[in-house]
Every structure is written in structure tokens, then in C-alpha cells.
């Protein structure tokens, strides 16, 4: 996913995964403004499942 479209992604991940916490140095009830700003460090990755 582009960086830009991160941050939503990398708020709700540190929320549902409490694991995830201690890799991303924002706190899980930080605005996505703060997610934006360390978004192009973590990657994120779209999975679709492939028909056919």
C-alpha cells in the first residue's frame, strides 16, 4: 500500500494486535495524524485471494 494510505491501516493494526505495540512508537489511541508521520517506515500489504 502506499505510505499515504498507512496510516488508517497501521492505528486500527496496533489496536487489534497489542504484539504489534512495541514495533510502532505510537500509542494506540494517538489521532492518525500521528500514524502518518511513521507510516513510510512500516510496510502494509494488500491480500487478496485470487480466483480461479
Given at each position: 500500500?502506499?505510505?499515504?494510505?498507512?496510516?488508517?491501516?497501521l492505528?486500527?493494526?496496533?489496536?487489534?494486535?497489542?504484539?504489534?505495540?512495541?514495533?510502532?512508537?505510537?500509542?494506540?489511541?494517538?489521532?492518525?495524524?500521528?500514524?502518518?508521520?511513521?507510516?513510510?517506515?512500516?510496510?502494509v500489504?494488500?491480500?487478496?485471494?485470487?480466483?480461479?
Open positions: 500500500m502506499p505510505a499515504g494510505d498507512r496510516a488508517p491501516i492505528r486500527r493494526y496496533v489496536r487489534k494486535a497489542p504484539g504489534a505495540r512495541p514495533h510502532i512508537p505510537v500509542d494506540p489511541a494517538a489521532p492518525v495524524s500521528e500514524f502518518d508521520a511513521v507510516a513510510a517506515r512500516y510496510p500489504f494488500r491480500v487478496e485471494r485470487r480466483h480461479g
